[in-house]
């Protein structure tokens, strides 16, 4: 939306007060976020009546998932479009027809293309590649399906030519996204039937753009997975030995009434493929606690999973009873108190093998991507090493940098300490 406004001749600024439009994207993946939306909403309409807002537009899942109902509930709004409609942005502001309709949703089909503007306002050095929307699954607590509607996959030359762009304007590290990544090119197929592409052949393509450095994979489906996927994380040199794959439970049953389709033990032979193929392989993942039935024996299993396993990166979400989910019709849905004191246990489990693991990189050199100032100190850089993915896992913080280090640089850094997810260290090539 930033590319296509860019390109409409619209000017970005920085504060809300100084804006003629702002455009809200919502989340509606569970209440709390949807509720966040609609406050922010409600915030910035003040300022039409406060400043100088001449119109206000809703995005996003919120809008795909409540559609025309939302008009009667903010009235303040001028425009809502859905998921599959972002890049109708220009011509909806730009429609100066009193009677055109408020609302703007289908089917979520759209995807977009190379051709597509885009702006990578987040970072100098380091962009999010979104590989495909929607997907196939049918996980019992997810929305994401009824949102984002069924996987549709980018063609592997429209994704080299966004990667290449991005990578002309600076971006060394591509962060590969999308709902369902092992999916990928599933649906690709060409006039004969034929596949056209996996996710090794997209990776494979990707690696051979020169200036690029760092390839990194989210969001893979345990089950599925790829050999080519396997073979590029083993072999080549610009696919980091890095792999996020939520995993969401251990216990049978859980799992079974996740509809994750896979079972503990098809997890395990699952982690063992990949840590055969790659051996010094960083995994992350996700789970939920407190699914509908989760038992303290469920919750056990999956404490001692994680034990067992050692991750390099966890994230533990509580389960939130979501409307329009089948999850949510369950019995056996657990106490808040319950859910969070899970929550707090796993991941005070997970700081402890974080902190361990950490501990033994002290006095190693490991490559990391200058990323800018520290948040808390302007004598110190920060940077992110291969094994740590951004937003999500730890940072590595630099002292006494040299002259000359720039965003966008990989450093040897010699690691001095270590906290319980960040590395601090100096700059030694
Ligand atoms: S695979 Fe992910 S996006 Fe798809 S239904 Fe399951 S949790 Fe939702």
Request: proline letters at 4%.
């Given at each position: 939306?930033?590319?296509?406004?860019?390109?409409?001749?619209?000017?970005?600024?920085?504060?809300?007060?100084?804006?003629?439009?702002?455009?809200?994207?919502?989340?509606?993946?569970?209440?709390?976020?949807?509720?966040?939306?609609?406050?922010?909403?409600?915030?910035?309409?003040?300022?039409?009546?406060?400043?100088?807002?001449?119109?206000?537009?809703?995005?996003?899942?919120?809008?795909?998932?409540?559609?025309?109902?939302?008009?009667?509930?903010?009235?303040?709004?001028?425009?809502?479009?859905?998921?599959?409609?972002?890049?109708?942005?220009?011509?909806?502001?730009?429609?100066?027809?009193?009677?055109?309709?408020?609302?703007?949703?289908?089917?979520?089909?759209?995807?977009?293309?190379?051709?597509?503007?885009?702006?990578?306002?987040?970072?100098?050095?380091?962009?999010?590649?979104?590989?495909?929307?929607?997907?196939?699954?049918?996980?019992?607590?997810?929305?994401?399906?009824?949102?984002?509607?069924?996987?549709?996959?980018?063609?592997?030359?429209?994704?080299?030519?966004?990667?290449?762009?991005?990578?002309?304007?600076?971006?060394?590290?591509?962060?590969?996204?999308?709902?369902?990544s092992t999916?990928?090119?599933?649906?690709?197929?060409?006039?004969?039937?034929?596949?056209?592409?996996?996710l090794?052949?997209?990776?494979?393509?990707?690696?051979?753009?020169?200036?690029?450095?760092?390839?990194?994979l989210?969001?893979a489906y345990p089950h599925g997975l790829p050999d080519?996927l396997l073979?590029?994380l083993?072999?080549?040199?610009?696919?980091?030995?890095?792999l996020d794959i939520p995993l969401q439970h251990a216990?049978?049953?859980?799992l079974?009434?996740?509809?994750r389709g896979v079972t503990r033990a098809g997890q395990e032979r699952i982690l063992e493929r990949v840590r055969k193929a790659v051996?010094?392989i960083?995994v992350r993942t996700?789970?939920?606690?407190?699914?509908?039935?989760?038992?303290?024996?469920?919750?056990?299993?999956?404490?001692?999973f994680?034990?067992a396993q050692?991750f390099?990166?966890?994230?533990?979400?509580?389960?939130?009873?979501?409307?329009?989910?089948?999850?949510?019709?369950?019995?056996?849905?657990?106490?808040?108190?319950?859910?969070?004191?899970?929550?707090?246990?796993?991941?005070?489990?997970?700081?402890?093998?974080?902190?361990?693991?950490?501990?033994?990189?002290?006095?190693?050199?490991?490559?990391?991507?200058?990323?800018?100032?520290?948040?808390?100190?302007?004598?110190?850089?920060?940077?992110?090493?291969?094994?740590?993915?951004?937003?999500?896992?730890?940072?590595?913080?630099?002292?006494?940098?040299?002259?000359?280090?720039?965003?966008?640089?990989?450093?040897?850094?010699?690691?001095?300490?270590?906290?319980?997810?960040?590395?601090?260290?100096?700059?030694?090539?």
């Amino acid at each position: 939306m930033v590319g296509a406004l860019q390109q409409g001749a619209y000017e970005m600024v920085d504060d809300a007060e100084s804006a003629d439009v702002i455009i809200v994207n919502t989340c509606s993946f569970i209440q709390p976020a949807t509720q966040e939306s609609i406050d922010t909403v409600l915030e910035l309409a003040k300022l039409k009546t406060s400043g100088g807002l001449k119109k206000l537009v809703v995005t996003g899942c919120m809008v795909q998932r409540y559609g025309k109902d939302l008009e009667g509930e903010l009235p303040e709004v001028d425009a809502f479009l859905g998921t599959g409609e972002y890049h109708r942005i220009v011509d909806v502001l730009r429609d100066r027809n009193e009677d055109a309709p408020k609302t703007h949703i289908d089917v979520p089909m759209y995807l977009h293309d190379e051709l597509a503007p885009r702006i990578n306002s987040w970072s100098k050095c380091s962009a999010y590649l979104k590989i495909s929307e929607g997907c196939d699954h049918r996980c019992a607590f997810c929305i994401i399906p009824t949102l984002r509607g069924k996987l549709r996959s980018r063609t592997i030359p429209s994704l080299v030519t966004e990667a290449e762009r991005l990578v002309a304007e600076g971006v060394v590290e591509l962060n590969l996204i999308s709902q369902d990544s092992t999916a990928y090119g599933r649906d690709l197929r060409g006039v004969e039937g034929e596949r056209q592409g996996d996710l090794g052949d997209l990776m494979r393509a990707l690696a051979k753009i020169d200036k690029l450095r760092w390839i990194r994979l989210h969001y893979a489906y345990p089950h599925g997975l790829p050999d080519s996927l396997l073979d590029v994380l083993a072999n080549e040199e610009k696919v980091v030995r890095y792999l996020d794959i939520p995993l969401q439970h251990a216990s049978g049953p859980m799992l079974k009434a996740m509809r994750r389709g896979v079972t503990r033990a098809g997890q395990e032979r699952i982690l063992e493929r990949v840590r055969k193929a790659v051996p010094d392989i960083s995994v992350r993942t996700t789970f939920i606690v407190g699914f509908p039935g989760e038992t303290d024996a469920d919750f056990r299993e999956l404490y001692n999973f994680v034990e067992a396993q050692q991750f390099e990166h966890v994230g533990v979400f509580t389960y939130f009873q979501e409307d329009g989910t089948d999850a949510a019709k369950l019995d056996g849905q657990v106490e808040d108190a319950v859910k969070k004191s899970r929550q707090k246990e796993l991941m005070r489990l997970q700081k402890r093998i974080s902190k361990k693991r950490l501990k033994g990189l002290i006095g190693t050199t490991v490559p990391v991507l200058i990323e800018g100032l520290s948040p808390e100190s302007d004598l110190l850089l920060r940077g992110r090493t291969d094994r740590q993915a951004p937003d999500v896992d730890g940072q590595v913080f630099i002292q006494n940098a040299p002259e000359g280090v720039a965003i966008g640089q990989i450093r040897d850094v010699r690691i001095a300490q270590t906290g319980d997810y960040d590395l601090v260290g100096e700059i030694v090539d």
